[in-house]
């Protein structure tokens, strides 16, 4: 009889083991959006052909950054030549659970010859989970 009440026990135990087991794994699961905030360039600001666009941000998520991307899109043409600007969708590695970026140059040297107008500025966050989050901030290129 005792032996049969340490074996049910031990199963018990076992049991009890390998249900904290479990719940631990779902509650370690990231599921959260990381977040990010723009900081410059503001709403509607103004960029010349051969300058550059700076970019700060703060970028945060509850458990482990891993990348964010730079895209840039043509809103309306105002004046000038008819090709708008489309530069290529520029990656950065992140790391960590909180990172400020302080001017960042998104896409190099804004070209002369690319359409002038509204322009929109898209930063996307993603973190390790995979997990993302957008923000977009419209511009103005002369």
Excluded: H
Excluded at 23 to 44: E, F, M, N, Q, Y
């Amino acid at each position: 009889m005792r032996k049969t009440v340490i074996k049910y026990g031990a199963l018990l135990l076992l049991f009890i083991a390998m249900s904290v087991v479990s719940s631990c794994k779902d509650d370690d699961k990231d599921s959260a959006s990381p977040v990010v905030r723009v900081t410059k360039p503001i709403s509607l600001d103004k960029f010349s052909r051969g300058g550059v666009i700076l970019v700060d941000a703060d970028l945060s998520d509850d458990k482990e950054l891993a990348t964010l991307e730079f895209s840039l899109a043509s809103l309306k043409a105002v004046y000038g030549i008819d090709t708008p600007w489309t530069p290529a969708i520029q990656t950065q590695k992140l790391s960590g659970k909180e990172q400020q970026i302080k001017n960042v140059a998104a896409f190099g040297e804004i070209p002369y010859d690319i359409m002038s107008g509204q322009y929109v500025l898209t930063l996307k966050l993603s973190d390790k989970a995979g997990n993302t989050t957008s923000t977009s901030v419209t511009i103005n290129i002369d």
